[in-house]
């Protein structure tokens, strides 16, 4: 098959774009291009996902697409080619075309991740969208987009260094000819005399990209600081490196860590609740789906850090299906906040906001539930499995909060919008509804049986090409498994013990951003006194006296040394 | 095949040192309009050379040595080029032709005059550094390499106040002192070492040191003094009182030399004395401490670059902080990377401040303020210069896949390797600190303009082209790195 | 021999004699011109005897001839200055 | 022995005095006179260690030519401060420091220069390697001085990169012309008031010391001497003529000017090139010329270093040509 050339055009479109945008004449153009850009990504995984491997390599830098890559690619390609669609609709030219020069990059970067197969071609994508998302983040021309940019990337860029850091540690054991493939990485992982630091600086480096407590703290500020359909993106796909990232370079199959993995879910659930108690107490629409955000992304982390506990393969299985589900309703919701944003609330809008919404707390029927269900056997009947339904509850909850919230958002001048930017929200919620039901036997097959009490099959979990026989065979088997009306029972209570209470309660809001400003006044001016004084220092050295009594003493100092 | 690719390497280490002092000495003796061509000329013609000696070094796996006036090493002078050396060889001449070509229109004389005072000095002082750099690249002889930095230090100190400034020439007054001072230093222990020896040939030396099982007093006192007194010169924190008023008042093609390569020039003597003359002294004290001060050197030139308000002192306190990273090859040396790891930093270093300098002159030319508050309009007005100067930014930071990037993973990778762990440290605060002050002047320009009267200016096109060949050399440097596979061999 | 030894040291001891008269008057005199006399008088002076000492002690005639012509030129040079100095002084050049 | 001990001793002590002198006396002007006479009695004392070209050198430039262009400088000096009386004057003093840090960098000084002593006493006897070399090498290239020798033919390229240094410093010195004054003449060296005695004296010296500076050029190739003392005869010859008014300075734009001043250097550049052609690579001699080759280096050479030197001393150019 001569198709291999499709992986890296499609990794390349957006920086090939970008080149254009150097051209003055071409650059107003860009924004109506946006849309265009990510499709042959999703070609490429869709392909991928039909058992056609794709795969390159550009000096030492390797990418390749397997079904947990190509699944994400194809939900980041889906969210990020729609949400382009409405950016020049809800953005006027001259703003539209500067957020495209950081778009652009970021989307490279969110769709390389995922196509990443070795460490370092991993960091390459990682990096870049973590640095990009930066100017997306600051691209509004007030001073909180200012702050929150600048929080952001105090954040962003101490997570990066620790990524860094962790992925030196974990080429160390590797040699050149091993290579610095994931598997090679995982595999050598468990003897490396540096497992225990690099995992931990891993854990510290992606906990920052996906907001675990007490690391969360840009989250809220960022996405609702950014223009909505930026942080639609942002808070869809973008945030998924580091989930990806945890996937890929966690050693789960090796069960040798389960102090970490237990860290780790217990972090994620602290975070999950976290994310729901100060979410429900926000005002702005964004700000409460950044806390949203932190609670799922914790959740999965959890999911993760008990793979990792119990060395079972199957928790990657769930996550990828749990994240690329998140990815799309994320999108669907930021989406539907940046629309009426500009035009004004309409029911019809605020009706799929709330199924969709609902699709995260596991509403049956919608994809949701099928990521709860899968979730279940990983997570197991006890206190974590009942922390999951809680925290599903408190999903719940805040998602009729953020649905009360948008209702009340009024627009500063109501305009009506292109049509082309309903039909991308109305294309992405589809896709939310949809594209996870087709995608179930792939991944989330294997945790499903086990769910509904179904005899697992010893197939191996991430190589089965989809077909449409398959997926209509596998699900004819789920209907008619005896646990059914069980699972349906335990996803669904949660739901409604959410709802009762988010009828029953009401709480003062809390400003977005919680810890950090409480920290930031106090570290700001720590930070400022220590520049000032270092600066006097470096007065001082740089007097003649000290700098010439530098040399000398050098000069004894290093004789003396020699002479030891 | 290997022998005429032995011979034509011998000629051509030759030409690579006289190409420049030739055409230094013409420009000055012709004077006039002409000094410009003549310059441009032998830049183009030392392009050819360089590249062809890296060619033959490279694709033929050989080390060129060149016995000046057919002397044998203990009575003559040695040159030597192998692959470290015209990798840094290619560096230059790169950041050299760009910086000529980018600067080629600057002090014209006046249609009713000859020439200019700027002119004539930029134009035959800037080659004559140029071979005073390629002879300390090449030559492998103590007293030759001290005149090498001697012509070095007296060709770059005219450069610094090339604008008659007063306030450049006290600037330019500081570094020659101190730079002197260094010298001083590094010739008392040169005489100390000749009188131990009596010879000043590096081969010859590391063979005698070789068979030492202590170091007599002498080499001691001797190594200590060249050490302290090419720190000197590489402006490493605490001797780095002279590099900001010279490296920020000096007009920005000069700062972009002087950062870009000037500088290295003690740094590769530094690497030559602990690497060369005396293999396997990497764990002792003296490295450790080289270390320490470049850790230092990281912090305080960050911290100070963020401090800063106007750009060209930024970029210069950013050299301070860069210069550091290249000080944690000493202690690291026992890791097979760190070596390669200071090399990588070095060239890619020269070629983004390289960028760094020059788009920063251009943004002060034609747009009128360098202060960075100000900067608010300039992504619009000059979109291509902030683009160079955002992707060698990147390289500072080692944002992959710059060559800066692979430079701070292999340095890394030493600190796992030789278990020495706190040096890491230094390494990812200083990328926090790049990122901030590089971020700070990006954050800035991208603003849209407080007044939008601002017309898209007319920068001139070959000077964009130099400035963005260069940020993206440093880019492909990263990618040639990566390709040669991590670990590095 | 002995002879032209012994007028050797004659010869050059006296010119030490000056040498010092000259310097205890460049220290002691009062004022900048009577300093200035002291010095060329008496180390003219005393050049002059040191190499008529020395005359005997070197080849003839092209050592003889290089020892007279130091001599000259010095006369020359510190004639020349005094000159100078004396007229900087007459102009009111402050010398301590 | 005891008496040559004795005058060793003498040199020594005068020497550390005269040093520090130059370096406390407060008076610029004082502390320039004590550096000349160090200069001079350091010349001395290169003779007592029986190295006459090095003794030479000193006496020519440490002594003679940086004394007159730290002369050059204290004069400037007061003629600004007598034209500004207003702004701060340079002085030769210690800044203002806290006291403790004095006493600390007086003792790190008198630290380095103790292990410095030190070590130079324990020092082996003088290395025989490169000695013997240069005394068994010597007869090939047909000179007599090893000094020579090594200058030229062993080490040429440090003594083409020296010579190549003064032509960059004095484009360094001129670079501080203001660009008005660009391409004209440097400052007349010649004294405000006019000085009979100094004309004659210009008359009469200049050629006794051409003679002396040609002699010193001729005999380096056998005898202590060379280019650079030569040169710098010459120079203090020419220097002597500007300042008795009996020539003008160049202008800097003047294209003559500009190729005597290279010439030394481009010439030796083209003989060593022309060794390449030869067959005995860059910067050597073919075989039986080297001495006729190398007088014809040292002769342009002492050509250069004279103009250039001198070219130094008269300093940057300071009114511009007439249009």
């Known amino acids: ?564 | 095949m290997t022998e005429l690719a032995v011979f034509g390497g011998k000629q051509l280490v030759v030409l690579a040192l006289i190409m420049p002092l030739l055409g230094a000495l013409l420009a000055f003796t012709i004077g006039g309009r002409t000094a410009r061509w003549i310059a441009l000329l032998t830049a183009l013609v030392e392009l050819v050379v360089v590249v062809s000696l890296a060619w033959i070094v490279v694709d033929q796996q050989i080390v060129v040595e060149y016995q000046l006036g057919g002397w044998e090493p203990p009575l003559g002078v040695r040159l030597r080029a192998d692959g470290a050396t015209v990798l840094v060889l290619l560096t230059a001449t790169v950041v050299m032709t760009a910086t000529m070509i980018s600067a080629h229109a600057d002090w014209q004389p006046l249609p009713d005059q000859h020439e200019t005072r700027a002119g004539l000095v930029f134009w035959t002082l800037l080659p004559a550094l140029w071979a005073a750099f390629n002879t300390v690249l090449l030559s492998q002889d103590l007293f030759n390499l001290f005149v090498a930095l001697e012509i070095l230090t007296f060709c770059a100190v005219p450069l610094v106040c090339l604008n008659g400034k007063a306030e450049t020439f006290a600037a330019a007054l500081r570094y020659l002192l101190f730079a002197l001072l260094g010298s001083v230093l590094y010739l008392l222990g040169a005489g100390l070492i000749y009188g131990l020896w009596g010879t000043l040939d590096i081969g010859l030396l590391a063979l005698e040191i070789s068979k030492l099982n202590r170091y007599p007093p002498a080499l001691s006192l001797a190594l200590g003094l060249m050490t302290a007194g090419l720190m000197a010169k590489t402006a490493i924190v605490p001797l780095h009182l002279w590099l900001p008023p010279a490296h920020a008042g000096a007009p920005a093609p000069v700062s972009a030399i002087l950062s870009a390569v000037v500088v290295k020039a003690a740094f590769v003597v530094l690497l030559r004395l602990w690497f060369e003359l005396m293999p396997g002294s990497a764990d002792t004290m003296v490295a450790q401490t080289q270390g320490v001060l470049g850790g230092l050197a990281i912090v305080l030139g960050g911290v100070l670059a963020l401090r800063q308000s106007r750009l060209k002192p930024m970029i210069a306190y950013s050299t301070i902080a860069q210069m550091g990273y290249l000080f944690l090859v000493f202690p690291l040396a026992g890791a097979a990377s760190a070596w390669g790891a200071g090399l990588l930093h070095l060239c890619s270093h020269a070629l983004a401040k390289a960028a760094l300098f020059l788009a920063a002159g251009q943004i002060i030319t034609h747009f009128g303020d360098d202060r960075i508050d100000h900067l608010a309009g300039l992504g619009h007005v000059m979109p291509l210069t902030l683009l160079a100067f955002g992707v060698a930014g990147f390289s500072l930071m080692g944002l992959p896949p710059t060559g800066g990037f692979v430079a701070k993973w292999w340095l890394l990778q030493a600190a796992i390797e030789t278990g020495h762990w706190g040096w890491a440290v230094p390494i990812l605060f200083g990328g926090l600190l790049t990122a901030g002050y590089v971020f700070r002047v990006l954050a800035v320009a991208l603003r849209p303009a407080a007044t939008p009267a601002l017309a898209a200016s007319t920068v001139p096109h070959t000077a964009n082209a130099m400035i963005l060949l260069l940020a993206l050399s440093s880019l492909l440097l990263g990618l040639a790195a990566l390709g040669t596979g991590l670990p590095p061999q | 021999m002995l002879f032209t030894d012994l007028y050797t040291y004659s010869l050059v001891g006296l010119g030490a004699l000056f040498f010092c008269t000259g310097t205890i008057g460049l220290l002691r005199f009062p004022d900048s011109l009577s300093r200035l006399h002291a010095l060329t008088k008496a180390d003219n002076l005393g050049l002059g005897l040191v190499v008529i000492g020395l005359l005997p002690q070197t080849h003839w005639p092209l050592g003889a001839m290089k020892l007279i012509a130091v001599w000259l030129l010095a006369v020359l040079a510190s004639t020349t200055v005094g000159q100078m100095v004396g007229e900087a002084i007459r102009r009111g050049v402050p010398f301590r | 022995m005891t008496l040559t001990l004795f005058a060793d001793l003498g040199l020594l002590i005068i020497l550390l005095g005269l040093a520090i002198i130059t370096a406390f006396a407060r008076p610029a002007f004082v502390a320039v006179a004590a550096y000349m006479a160090y200069g001079l009695v350091m010349a001395l004392a290169w003779v007592r260690l029986a190295a006459v070209d090095v003794a030479l050198t000193e006496a020519a430039i440490g002594s003679g030519l940086t004394g007159m262009l730290l002369l050059g400088a204290v004069a400037w000096n007061q003629r600004q401060t007598e034209a500004h009386p207003r702004r701060r004057q340079i002085r030769l003093q210690v800044p203002a420091t806290h006291p403790l840090l004095i006493i600390v960098v007086a003792a790190v000084c008198a630290g380095v220069s103790a292990v410095l002593a030190w070590v130079v006493v324990t020092l082996p006897e003088p290395p025989t390697l490169q000695v013997e070399q240069v005394r068994l090498a010597l007869p090939a290239t047909g000179l007599g001085n090893p000094v020579t020798g090594v200058l030229l033919a062993f080490r040429a390229i440090d003594t083409l990169l020296e010579s190549v240094v003064l032509v960059f410093a004095l484009v360094g010195v001129w670079s501080l012309a203001d660009d008005a004054a660009w391409g004209g003449r440097p400052r007349s060296l010649r004294l405000v008031q006019h000085s009979h005695a100094l004309t004659l004296l210009g008359q009469l010296l200049p050629p006794f010391g051409v003679l002396m500076g040609l002699y010193l050029f001729w005999a380096g190739a056998d005898a202590p001497g060379g280019a650079f003392q030569g040169g710098t005869l010459l120079a203090a010859m020419w220097v002597l003529a500007l300042s008795a008014g009996l020539a003008k300075v160049p202008a800097v734009s003047n294209r003559q000017l500009r190729l005597l001043i290279s010439i030394g250097s481009l010439l030796f550049l083209a003989i060593g090139l022309a060794g390449w052609a030869g067959g005995v690579g860059f910067l050597g001699y073919p075989a039986g010329w080297s001495k006729a080759l190398i007088l014809i280096i040292e002769a342009t050479l002492t050509l250069s270093i004279a103009v250039t030197l001198g070219m130094l001393v008269a300093g940057r150019p300071h009114r511009a040509l007439p249009r």
């Open chain 1, 1 to 564: 098959m001569t198709i291999q050339w499709l992986l890296p055009v499609a990794l390349a479109t957006p920086l090939v774009a970008l080149l254009t945008a150097l051209c003055s004449r071409l650059r107003p153009w860009l924004p109506n291009l946006l849309w265009l850009l990510p499709l042959p990504a999703l070609v490429a995984a869709v392909l991928a996902l039909h058992g056609i491997p794709l795969a390159f390599t550009l000096s030492g830098l390797s990418f390749a697409l397997d079904q947990p890559g190509a699944m994400l690619l194809a939900a980041a390609a889906l969210l990020w080619s729609l949400a382009g669609l409405a950016v020049p609709a809800v953005l006027d030219q001259p703003s539209a075309t500067r957020l495209s020069l950081w778009w652009l990059p970021t989307l490279a970067g969110s769709l390389a991740v995922f196509g990443a197969a070795d460490l370092l071609s991993f960091y390459l994508a990682y990096a870049i969208v973590g640095m990009s998302s930066w100017g997306l983040i600051g691209h509004a021309d007030h001073i909180q987009a200012r702050h929150a940019a600048g929080g952001y990337l105090i954040f962003a860029l101490s997570g990066e260094l620790c990524v860094l850091m962790a992925c030196v540690l974990l080429a160390a054991p590797l040699s050149a000819q091993t290579g610095l493939s994931f598997d090679a990485v995982t595999a050598a992982l468990p003897s490396s005399p540096w497992r225990h630091a690099a995992v931990g600086l891993l854990m510290l480096g992606l906990g920052i990209k996906i907001g675990l407590v007490p690391l969360h703290s840009w989250m809220p500020l960022a996405y609702s600081a950014a223009p909505p359909v930026a942080a639609a993106v942002i808070a869809g796909a973008a945030s998924k490196a580091g989930i990806i990232g945890l996937i890929r370079l966690l050693p789960i199959a090796e069960g040798l860590m389960s102090t970490w993995g237990l860290m780790l879910a217990v972090l994620g659930l602290v975070t999950a609740f976290y994310g729901l108690l100060i979410g429900v107490k926000q005002r702005q629409p964004a700000a409460v789906l950044a806390y949203s955000s932190i609670s799922q992304l914790g959740l999965t982390a959890s999911l993760l850090g008990v793979g990792l506990m119990s060395a079972e393969p199957l928790s990657r299985a769930a996550a990828v299906f749990y994240a690329a589900h998140h990815l799309l309703v994320k999108g669907v919701l930021f989406l539907a906040l940046a629309l009426i944003m500009v035009s004004g609330a309409r029911w019809r809008v605020l009706l799929g906001v709330t199924l969709l919404g609902l699709s995260l707390a596991g509403l049956p029927l919608t994809a949701g539930f099928l990521a709860k269900l899968g979730l279940k056997p990983i997570l197991g009947d006890g206190t974590i499995g009942l922390l999951a339904s809680l925290a599903a509850a408190g999903t719940t909850l805040l998602m009729l909060h953020f649905v009360r919230r948008l209702a009340a958002t009024q627009p500063v001048s109501p305009t009506v919008l292109a049509p082309q930017a309903w039909l991308a929200l109305g294309l992405l919620s589809l896709a939310a509804l949809i594209v996870p039901w087709l995608l179930v036997p792939l991944s989330l097959g294997q945790p499903m049986r086990l769910a509904l009490g179904l005899p697992v099959d010893q197939i191996p979990i991430w190589n089965v090409p989809w077909s449409l026989t398959r997926w209509i065979e596998f699900w004819q088997q789920l209907i008619s498994a005896p646990g059914l009306g069980k699972a349906l029972w335990q996803v669904l209570w949660p739901l409604l013990f959410g709802g009762l209470i988010a009828l029953a309660l009401w709480l003062p809001p809390l400003p977005p951003g919680d810890v950090l400003l409480l920290v930031e006044r106090l570290g700001l001016r720590i930070v400022c006194r220590i520049g000032e004084q270092i600066q006097r220092l470096e007065h001082h050295l740089r007097a003649w006296p000290v700098a010439g009594l530098a040399l000398l003493g050098l000069v004894l100092l290093f004789a003396v040394m020699l002479m030891g």
